[in-house]
Protein backbone atom coordinates (compact mmCIF):
# COMPACT_ATOMS: atom_id res chain seq x y z
CA UNK A 1 0.00 0.00 0.00
CA UNK A 2 1.01 3.65 -0.74
CA UNK A 3 0.19 6.86 1.03
CA UNK A 4 -0.97 9.68 -1.17
CA UNK A 5 -1.57 13.37 -0.01
CA UNK A 6 -5.39 14.23 1.25
CA UNK A 7 -7.07 15.39 -1.65
CA UNK A 8 -7.98 18.68 -1.85
CA UNK A 9 -11.69 20.09 -2.03
CA UNK A 10 -12.95 20.25 -5.26
CA UNK A 11 -10.57 18.47 -7.12
CA UNK A 12 -10.63 15.17 -4.81
CA UNK A 13 -9.15 12.88 -7.53
CA UNK A 14 -6.30 14.64 -8.48
CA UNK A 15 -4.15 12.65 -6.06
CA UNK A 16 -5.44 9.60 -6.74
CA UNK A 17 -5.22 10.30 -10.69
CA UNK A 18 -1.34 10.95 -10.54
CA UNK A 19 -0.76 8.02 -8.46
CA UNK A 20 0.30 4.35 -9.73
CA UNK A 21 -0.95 2.43 -6.76
CA UNK A 22 -3.86 0.09 -7.16
CA UNK A 23 -5.14 0.62 -3.61
CA UNK A 24 -5.33 4.15 -2.27
CA UNK A 25 -5.81 4.84 1.06
CA UNK A 26 -6.45 8.25 2.33
CA UNK A 27 -4.80 9.80 5.60
CA UNK A 28 -6.79 11.64 7.78
CA UNK A 29 -9.83 10.79 10.42
CA UNK A 30 -11.57 9.89 8.25
CA UNK A 31 -9.72 7.45 6.78
CA UNK A 32 -10.82 5.38 4.54
CA UNK A 33 -9.20 2.79 1.53
CA UNK A 34 -10.07 3.82 -2.37
CA UNK A 35 -9.58 0.38 -4.39
CA UNK A 36 -9.24 1.11 -8.33
CA UNK A 37 -9.91 -1.31 -11.32
CA UNK A 38 -9.05 -5.16 -10.18
CA UNK A 39 -8.26 -5.07 -6.91
CA UNK A 40 -11.69 -3.67 -6.22
CA UNK A 41 -13.00 -6.75 -7.38
CA UNK A 42 -12.72 -8.74 -4.30
CA UNK A 43 -14.52 -6.40 -1.97
CA UNK A 44 -17.08 -6.13 -4.45
CA UNK A 45 -17.43 -9.38 -4.75
CA UNK A 46 -17.13 -9.78 -1.01
CA UNK A 47 -20.45 -8.15 -0.74
CA UNK A 48 -22.31 -9.53 -2.82
CA UNK A 49 -21.49 -12.91 -1.91
CA UNK A 50 -24.54 -15.64 -2.38
CA UNK A 51 -25.97 -13.27 -5.10
CA UNK A 52 -24.07 -14.69 -8.46
CA UNK A 53 -26.46 -12.39 -10.89
CA UNK A 54 -25.28 -9.65 -8.89
CA UNK A 55 -21.04 -11.20 -8.65
CA UNK A 56 -21.52 -11.26 -12.81
CA UNK A 57 -23.04 -7.47 -13.16
CA UNK A 58 -19.97 -6.62 -11.50
CA UNK A 59 -17.66 -8.54 -13.12
CA UNK A 60 -18.79 -6.71 -15.99
CA UNK A 61 -18.53 -3.40 -14.55
CA UNK A 62 -15.13 -3.98 -13.28
CA UNK A 63 -14.01 -5.37 -16.74
CA UNK A 64 -15.31 -2.35 -18.62
CA UNK A 65 -13.92 0.16 -16.44
CA UNK A 66 -10.16 -1.51 -15.60
CA UNK A 67 -8.73 1.09 -14.26
CA UNK A 68 -11.04 3.76 -13.95
CA UNK A 69 -13.30 2.34 -11.72
CA UNK A 70 -12.55 3.51 -7.83
CA UNK A 71 -14.46 2.06 -5.02
CA UNK A 72 -14.30 2.28 -1.75
CA UNK A 73 -16.73 1.18 1.53
CA UNK A 74 -16.99 2.57 4.91
CA UNK A 75 -19.53 2.98 7.96
CA UNK A 76 -19.41 6.50 7.84
CA UNK A 77 -20.29 7.60 4.33
CA UNK A 78 -23.70 9.27 4.76
CA UNK A 79 -24.93 7.27 1.80
CA UNK A 80 -24.21 5.21 -1.37
CA UNK A 81 -23.08 6.83 -4.57
CA UNK A 82 -21.72 6.32 -7.97
CA UNK A 83 -19.86 9.23 -10.13
CA UNK A 84 -18.99 9.42 -13.86
CA UNK A 85 -16.10 11.91 -13.91
CA UNK A 86 -14.96 13.48 -16.68
CA UNK A 87 -12.06 15.71 -18.32
CA UNK A 88 -13.56 18.29 -20.34
CA UNK A 89 -11.24 19.86 -22.46
CA UNK A 90 -10.23 17.74 -24.19
CA UNK A 91 -13.58 15.07 -23.37
CA UNK A 92 -12.03 12.30 -21.74
CA UNK A 93 -13.44 9.64 -18.97
CA UNK A 94 -11.81 10.50 -15.82
CA UNK A 95 -12.87 7.54 -13.53
CA UNK A 96 -16.37 6.15 -12.63
CA UNK A 97 -16.87 5.78 -8.98
CA UNK A 98 -18.99 3.78 -6.46
CA UNK A 99 -18.97 4.50 -2.87
CA UNK A 100 -20.91 2.15 -0.53
CA UNK A 101 -22.25 3.18 2.93
CA UNK A 102 -21.76 -0.02 5.15
CA UNK A 103 -23.57 -0.86 8.13
CA UNK A 104 -26.98 -0.82 6.56
CA UNK A 105 -29.96 -3.79 6.09
CA UNK A 106 -29.06 -3.48 2.43
CA UNK A 107 -25.50 -3.39 1.25
CA UNK A 108 -25.77 -5.56 -1.55
CA UNK A 109 -29.17 -3.96 -2.64
CA UNK A 110 -27.16 -0.66 -2.84
CA UNK A 111 -23.92 -1.92 -4.19
CA UNK A 112 -26.07 -3.14 -7.52
CA UNK A 113 -27.79 -0.15 -7.51
CA UNK A 114 -24.81 1.60 -8.07
CA UNK A 115 -23.12 -0.90 -10.40
CA UNK A 116 -26.83 -0.92 -12.08
CA UNK A 117 -26.03 3.35 -12.69
CA UNK A 118 -22.42 2.31 -13.76
CA UNK A 119 -23.27 0.08 -16.43
CA UNK A 120 -25.51 2.42 -18.11
CA UNK A 121 -22.38 3.79 -19.79
CA UNK A 122 -21.56 0.51 -21.01
CA UNK A 123 -24.97 0.31 -22.52
CA UNK A 124 -24.97 3.43 -24.76
CA UNK A 125 -27.03 6.00 -22.56
CA UNK A 126 -25.30 9.00 -23.36
CA UNK A 127 -24.16 11.97 -20.72
CA UNK A 128 -25.29 15.48 -20.42
CA UNK A 129 -22.35 17.29 -20.50
CA UNK A 130 -22.81 20.99 -20.60
CA UNK A 131 -26.19 22.58 -20.90
CA UNK A 132 -26.68 26.42 -21.80
CA UNK A 133 -28.25 28.79 -18.73
CA UNK A 134 -29.67 32.31 -19.77
CA UNK A 135 -28.03 35.33 -18.57
CA UNK A 136 -30.76 36.05 -16.25
CA UNK A 137 -30.42 32.53 -14.49
CA UNK A 138 -26.35 32.76 -13.97
CA UNK A 139 -26.21 33.68 -10.97
CA UNK A 140 -28.13 30.62 -9.72
CA UNK A 141 -26.55 28.52 -12.02
CA UNK A 142 -25.69 26.30 -8.97
CA UNK A 143 -29.00 25.53 -8.05
CA UNK A 144 -30.36 24.75 -11.68
CA UNK A 145 -26.99 22.15 -12.20
CA UNK A 146 -28.05 20.83 -8.89
CA UNK A 147 -31.47 20.23 -10.12
CA UNK A 148 -29.93 18.70 -13.54
CA UNK A 149 -28.28 16.02 -11.47
CA UNK A 150 -31.21 14.78 -9.36
CA UNK A 151 -33.65 15.07 -12.80
CA UNK A 152 -30.65 12.61 -14.42
CA UNK A 153 -30.39 10.50 -11.19
CA UNK A 154 -34.19 9.92 -11.39
CA UNK A 155 -34.70 8.91 -15.21
CA UNK A 156 -31.92 6.79 -15.27
CA UNK A 157 -33.77 4.74 -11.89
CA UNK A 158 -36.65 4.28 -14.53
CA UNK A 159 -33.90 2.52 -16.87
CA UNK A 160 -31.96 -0.08 -13.99
CA UNK A 161 -35.36 -0.97 -11.85
CA UNK A 162 -36.22 -3.77 -13.53
CA UNK A 163 -32.45 -5.22 -14.17
CA UNK A 164 -32.57 -4.33 -10.71
CA UNK A 165 -35.62 -6.92 -10.24
CA UNK A 166 -34.32 -9.49 -12.21
CA UNK A 167 -31.20 -9.98 -9.81
CA UNK A 168 -33.20 -11.19 -7.48
CA UNK A 169 -33.79 -8.38 -5.20
CA UNK A 170 -36.91 -6.87 -4.15
CA UNK A 171 -38.71 -3.78 -5.32
CA UNK A 172 -39.17 -2.14 -2.02
CA UNK A 173 -35.09 -2.02 -1.06
CA UNK A 174 -34.07 -0.32 -4.51
CA UNK A 175 -33.79 2.68 -2.79
CA UNK A 176 -32.77 3.68 0.50
CA UNK A 177 -35.16 4.77 3.03
CA UNK A 178 -36.00 8.53 2.30
CA UNK A 179 -36.95 11.30 4.84
CA UNK A 180 -40.64 12.24 5.37
CA UNK A 181 -41.70 14.85 2.68
CA UNK A 182 -41.72 18.46 3.37
CA UNK A 183 -44.49 20.38 4.47
CA UNK A 184 -45.50 21.42 0.92
CA UNK A 185 -48.65 23.58 2.80
CA UNK A 186 -46.26 25.90 4.56
CA UNK A 187 -43.57 26.33 1.64
CA UNK A 188 -46.91 26.96 -0.65
CA UNK A 189 -48.05 29.59 1.89
CA UNK A 190 -43.99 31.22 2.09
CA UNK A 191 -43.55 31.22 -1.69
CA UNK A 192 -46.60 32.90 -2.00
CA UNK A 193 -46.01 35.77 0.59
CA UNK A 194 -42.59 35.96 -0.82
CA UNK A 195 -41.58 39.29 -2.69
CA UNK A 196 -38.31 37.55 -3.22
CA UNK A 197 -40.10 34.55 -4.89
CA UNK A 198 -38.67 33.85 -8.77
CA UNK A 199 -41.02 32.05 -10.68
CA UNK A 200 -37.95 30.95 -13.29
CA UNK A 201 -36.53 29.18 -9.99
CA UNK A 202 -39.99 28.21 -8.32
CA UNK A 203 -41.61 26.48 -11.51
CA UNK A 204 -39.07 23.56 -11.69
CA UNK A 205 -38.62 23.28 -8.44
CA UNK A 206 -42.27 22.60 -7.63
CA UNK A 207 -42.39 20.08 -10.81
CA UNK A 208 -39.09 18.12 -9.15
CA UNK A 209 -40.52 17.83 -6.15
CA UNK A 210 -43.33 16.39 -7.81
CA UNK A 211 -41.40 14.18 -9.89
CA UNK A 212 -38.51 12.71 -7.22
CA UNK A 213 -41.88 11.52 -5.47
CA UNK A 214 -43.76 9.88 -8.04
CA UNK A 215 -40.74 8.07 -9.67
CA UNK A 216 -39.86 7.25 -6.24
CA UNK A 217 -42.93 5.79 -5.67
CA UNK A 218 -43.08 4.22 -9.21
CA UNK A 219 -39.60 2.61 -8.06
CA UNK A 220 -40.88 0.78 -5.17
CA UNK A 221 -41.00 3.68 -2.09
CA UNK A 222 -45.00 3.13 -1.61
CA UNK A 223 -47.69 4.82 -0.40
CA UNK A 224 -46.08 7.47 1.54
CA UNK A 225 -44.16 8.66 -1.87
CA UNK A 226 -47.02 8.87 -3.52
CA UNK A 227 -48.69 10.96 -1.22
CA UNK A 228 -45.66 13.37 -1.02
CA UNK A 229 -46.08 13.79 -5.49
CA UNK A 230 -49.84 14.23 -4.50
CA UNK A 231 -49.23 17.01 -1.98
CA UNK A 232 -46.45 18.89 -4.05
CA UNK A 233 -48.78 18.72 -7.11
CA UNK A 234 -51.70 19.80 -5.62
CA UNK A 235 -49.94 22.99 -3.70
CA UNK A 236 -47.23 23.64 -6.36
CA UNK A 237 -49.72 23.89 -9.01
CA UNK A 238 -52.22 26.70 -7.10
CA UNK A 239 -48.67 28.36 -7.19
CA UNK A 240 -48.11 27.71 -10.87
CA UNK A 241 -51.56 26.24 -12.87
CA UNK A 242 -49.06 25.32 -16.19
CA UNK A 243 -47.61 22.54 -13.36
CA UNK A 244 -50.68 20.27 -13.84
CA UNK A 245 -49.83 20.02 -17.75
CA UNK A 246 -46.46 20.08 -17.81
CA UNK A 247 -46.32 17.18 -15.41
CA UNK A 248 -48.70 15.17 -16.66
CA UNK A 249 -46.38 15.08 -19.97
CA UNK A 250 -43.69 14.08 -18.19
CA UNK A 251 -45.00 10.95 -16.90
CA UNK A 252 -46.49 10.04 -20.16
CA UNK A 253 -42.73 10.34 -21.51
CA UNK A 254 -41.12 8.31 -18.58
CA UNK A 255 -44.52 5.55 -18.94
CA UNK A 256 -44.29 5.18 -22.16
CA UNK A 257 -41.08 3.72 -22.46
CA UNK A 258 -39.23 6.10 -24.91
CA UNK A 259 -36.34 6.91 -22.48
CA UNK A 260 -35.25 3.54 -22.59
CA UNK A 261 -34.11 3.36 -26.07
CA UNK A 262 -30.63 4.50 -25.87
CA UNK A 263 -30.42 6.47 -29.31
CA UNK A 264 -33.56 8.52 -27.99
CA UNK A 265 -32.48 8.81 -24.29
CA UNK A 266 -30.65 12.73 -24.89
CA UNK A 267 -33.83 13.85 -26.86
CA UNK A 268 -36.42 12.49 -24.11
CA UNK A 269 -34.51 13.84 -21.23
CA UNK A 270 -34.34 17.21 -22.93
CA UNK A 271 -38.04 17.18 -23.62
CA UNK A 272 -38.23 16.78 -19.61
CA UNK A 273 -35.86 19.30 -18.72
CA UNK A 274 -37.65 21.50 -21.15
CA UNK A 275 -41.31 20.66 -19.60
CA UNK A 276 -39.75 21.85 -16.19
CA UNK A 277 -38.58 25.15 -17.80
CA UNK A 278 -34.50 23.88 -17.04
CA UNK A 279 -31.75 24.59 -19.76
CA UNK A 280 -31.25 21.55 -22.07
CA UNK A 281 -28.06 20.04 -22.51
CA UNK A 282 -26.71 21.58 -25.53
CA UNK A 283 -23.92 18.46 -25.36
CA UNK A 284 -23.84 14.51 -24.83
CA UNK A 285 -21.28 12.37 -24.09
CA UNK A 286 -21.03 8.48 -24.74
CA UNK A 287 -18.43 6.79 -22.86
CA UNK A 288 -16.58 4.30 -25.66
CA UNK A 289 -14.82 0.23 -24.29
CA UNK A 290 -11.51 0.01 -24.00
CA UNK A 291 -9.62 -0.80 -27.47
CA UNK A 292 -5.41 -0.20 -28.72
CA UNK A 293 -6.04 2.90 -29.74
CA UNK A 294 -7.13 3.71 -25.43
CA UNK A 295 -4.23 1.11 -24.45
CA UNK A 296 -7.39 -1.01 -22.91
CA UNK A 297 -8.85 2.00 -21.08
CA UNK A 298 -12.69 3.03 -21.46
CA UNK A 299 -12.60 6.69 -23.00
CA UNK A 300 -15.56 9.31 -23.55
CA UNK A 301 -16.62 11.29 -27.22
CA UNK A 302 -18.65 13.49 -27.64
CA UNK A 303 -21.68 12.52 -29.53
CA UNK A 304 -22.24 13.23 -33.13
CA UNK A 305 -24.95 10.68 -34.50
CA UNK A 306 -26.69 13.50 -36.35
CA UNK A 307 -29.05 11.28 -37.64
CA UNK A 308 -30.16 10.48 -33.89
CA UNK A 309 -33.26 12.04 -32.52
CA UNK A 310 -31.44 13.69 -29.95
CA UNK A 311 -30.82 16.70 -32.88
CA UNK A 312 -35.04 16.48 -33.95
CA UNK A 313 -35.94 18.77 -30.67
CA UNK A 314 -38.66 20.39 -32.71
CA UNK A 315 -40.38 16.37 -32.46
CA UNK A 316 -43.66 16.66 -30.20
CA UNK A 317 -43.98 14.16 -27.53
CA UNK A 318 -47.94 12.97 -29.33
CA UNK A 319 -46.88 12.93 -32.78
CA UNK A 320 -43.03 10.66 -32.00
CA UNK A 321 -44.34 8.32 -28.92
CA UNK A 322 -48.27 8.21 -29.81
CA UNK A 323 -49.39 9.50 -26.66
CA UNK A 324 -53.26 10.37 -26.54
CA UNK A 325 -53.50 14.24 -25.05
ZN1 LIG B 1 -29.59 5.69 -7.96
Redesign the pocket.
Known sequence: MKSVRRPQPGNPYQDLAQSGSREWPILGWWECRYYRGDAASEPIMGRLSGRPKAQALAAEVVAFYDDCLLYRESPTLPSSL?EIGLHHDPIDLKHARIELRLGTNRTAEALS??LL?LRLGMLGYPMGEEVWIPVELVPHADDLIDMHRIVG?LL??DL?FDTFLDLGFEKSRF?APSAPGPDYGAIALDCSRSPDYREELGFPWWCLEYFRHWLSARHGAGQQSQECADSALHRGSRIHPQMMEATVDMRRIVESGALKDAAGYSHWTNRILGLMRLPQYTRWVDIRPGDDSSGGKPWATVRTDKRGPFLTPTSTLRHTIGTPC
Open positions: YHEHNQHIL
